[in-house]
């Protein structure tokens, strides 16, 4: 192995025009985490040694986003090779290597980036990663030299006749010599259709001063380009396809796998099984063993081991669901704490409470967490039995073991043991259904004859 540092500037100072959004395009997410951590993510697994972040001067946000990797800002879009020169100070003298690598490509490889690397380290001023996309326009495209390597790079507004066809693409990721890369970059002018200063004209340059450059291919649905939100939907299936591939690598079974949709953070323990049409939102750990049916909704939940979630389950932020827990169909869980055993398993809504090991939430249960101002906890205890249909008006506490009635609504805590419940009782009248037509046949009648009067 060599001991050279490795650097890497990654660009997001563009504008991202063409996502028509508020929001700077490197923010938008894949996967449910911004544009800019996946590739983050990749350079950490680099390891580099130096690293910088290229923003424009309004992009607080995306600063925010990276730290505690350093940015170094563009005050002035004028190109990728003039977004380059701003990490300059960053990365200049800490790196003996740089690879320069694009925030709107966001599924790039660390093992791709170290082919790039060491294709550059083997003789060649700039290693360049290529692609072949279906279809190429947008892209720059890859011009070969005779003797081998690459000899230019021409952007889409600058083709010629000629090289409209060319179907090898500009990945947007760059390796080279720190020094030289700098070096190269002072050459640049901004003689294109765009006046910008391009990266992409490095390759001329170095060709000219009588290096070679390399070209490593990369798959084309790792290294497609962000630049619309249709392609951000290109991206976010082949993130979808990734981490449904590593979801069954791991262990788990998914019935339908192109209908489950993982946040980049979705952690599966061994054994899960997970049926169609399951959205897994950031921050979802689920334990062993676990099954989770067909149309569940989970999002900065727990799942413990054993546990049964859905059919149609809704498991939202601070939910955490204890070992061989039910949760059944048309449940939602919020912020509560479900232990070891206990069954919430028909229509009901769980907010803000914890609920003891083996409780059985009837059918209909709604925890009345929240008086229009203030929202307050329901303390359900070990092996609580909540009749169907009860409103549990917080703050309040049921106790181990108590039981409360069918259709209750229940305002004052319940002790440990006890029956509680409130409902008024039936009243029942001797031949009530004939009496009670009669009396709606003479109504009708009445009401007709009113209306017969006012039309007259
Ligand atoms: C760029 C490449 C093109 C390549 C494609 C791959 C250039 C000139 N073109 O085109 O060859 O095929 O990516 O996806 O490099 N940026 C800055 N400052 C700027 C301009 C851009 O930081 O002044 C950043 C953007 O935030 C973005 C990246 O550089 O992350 C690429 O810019 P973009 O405008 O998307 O270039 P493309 O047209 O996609
Ligand atoms: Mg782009």
Request: proline share 4%; hydrophobic share 45%.
């Amino acid at each position: 192995m060599n001991d050279r540092r490795l650097g890497a500037i990654v660009l997001a100072a563009g504008l991202g025009t063409r996502m028509r959004s508020d929001r700077p395009k490197v923010l938008h997410e894949i996967a449910g985490r911004p544009m800019i951590h996946h590739v983050m993510a990749m350079v950490e697994a680099l390891g580099a040694h130096a690293t910088a972040v290229v923003i424009g001067a309004d992009m607080d946000a995306v600063a925010a986003a990276v730290a505690p990797h350093r940015t170094a800002v563009q005050a002035e879009r004028r190109g990728t090779g003039h977004a380059v020169l701003a990490a300059r100070a960053l990365i200049d003298g800490a790196a003996d290597d740089v690879v320069v690598l694009y925030g709107d490509v966001p599924l790039i490889r660390a093992d791709t980036v170290r082919r790039l690397i060491a294709a550059r380290s083997s003789g060649a001023a700039l290693a360049v990663l290529g692609f072949r996309p279906a279809d190429p326009s947008g892209y720059g495209r890859l011009i070969l030299a005779p003797g081998g390597g690459l000899d230019r790079i021409v952007e889409q507004a600058d083709l010629g006749p000629a090289e409209q066809t060319v179907a090898l693409c500009n990945a947007g990721a760059v390796a080279a010599d720190a020094r030289r890369l700098f070096a190269l970059l002072e050459q640049l002018r901004p003689n294109n259709a765009q006046g910008e200063y391009y990266l992409t004209d490095i390759v001329a340059l170095a060709r000219a001063a009588g290096d070679s450059v390399a070209v490593v291919e990369a798959a084309a649905e790792e290294v497609q380009g962000v630049n619309s939100r249709l392609d951000l939907s290109a991206v976010e299936a082949v993130a979808q396809r990734r981490l449904r591939h590593a979801a069954m690598a791991a262990g788990a079974t998914l019935t339908d796998p192109d209908t489950v949709y993982f946040s980049a953070d979705t952690r599966l323990g061994r054994d899960v099984t997970v049926g169609p049409n399951v959205v897994f939102g950031r921050g979802v750990t689920v334990g062993d063993r676990v099954e989770i049916r067909a149309f569940c909704h989970l999002e900065e939940t727990r799942v413990a081991d054993d546990a049964l979630i859905g059919p149609f389950a809704r498991l939202r932020p601070g939910a955490e669901i204890g070992v061989g827990a039910h949760i059944g169909n048309f449940v939602e869980i919020k912020n509560a704490v479900i232990e070891a055993g206990a069954k919430a398993n028909h229509l009901s809504y769980v907010g803000d409470a914890h609920v003891g090991a083996g409780a059985n939430i009837g059918a209909g249960t709604i925890t009345c967490n929240y008086d229009g101002v203030y929202k307050w906890h329901t303390e359900i205890g070990a092996r609580a039995f909540i009749g169907s249909n009860t409103a549990l008006v917080a703050p309040v506490t049921i106790g181990a073991d108590a039981m409360v009635g069918a259709g209750s609504v229940i305002t004052a805590d319940v002790p440990a043991g006890a029956l509680a419940f409130n409902r008024a009782p039936p009243t029942e009248v001797a031949d009530g259904v004939a009496r009670f037509r009669e009396r709606r046949v003479k109504f009708r009648e009445r009401a007709r004859d009113k209306q017969a009067k006012s039309q007259s």
